[in-house]
């Protein structure tokens, strides 16, 4: 098993910038990926980007240039960057893990983003 943590959502105006943190525990055994995720009410789940075990990174289209994917030496915290927001960021965000040997995946509970002036 592995839990998720994140933190740091909050309100920000559009234009502003937050910071979020997935911290992972458990067992974590590599190779694994993780990323990060959100849903806006009334729609479906959809990717923001993802961080390899290699640590290569890619995203969405959406946010290419504004969020940027980070992670600790020790490989079990990652960090979502955000700039520039826009109220069509608004969200709420969840961390994810997918171990590549089993296939198997892990949530966070996620952490509210509300953009708005």
């Known amino acids: 098993q592995v839990q998720l943590v994140e933190s740091g959502g909050g309100l920000v105006q559009p234009g502003g910038s937050l910071r979020l943190s997935c911290v992972a525990s458990g067992s974590i055994d590599g190779p694994y990926r993780m990323g990060w995720f959100r849903q806006a009410p009334g729609l479906q789940r959809e990717l923001v980007g993802l961080?390899?075990?290699?640590?290569?990174?890619s995203y969405v289209d959406s946010v290419k240039g504004r969020f940027t994917i980070s992670r600790d030496n020790a490989k079990t915290t990652i960090y979502l960057q955000m700039n520039s927001l826009k109220p069509d960021d608004t969200a709420i965000y969840y961390c994810n893990f997918l171990r590549e040997a089993t296939g198997a995946q892990y949530w966070g509970q996620g952490t509210q983003v509300i953009v708005s002036s």
């Open positions: 961080i390899a075990y290699s640590g290569s990174t």
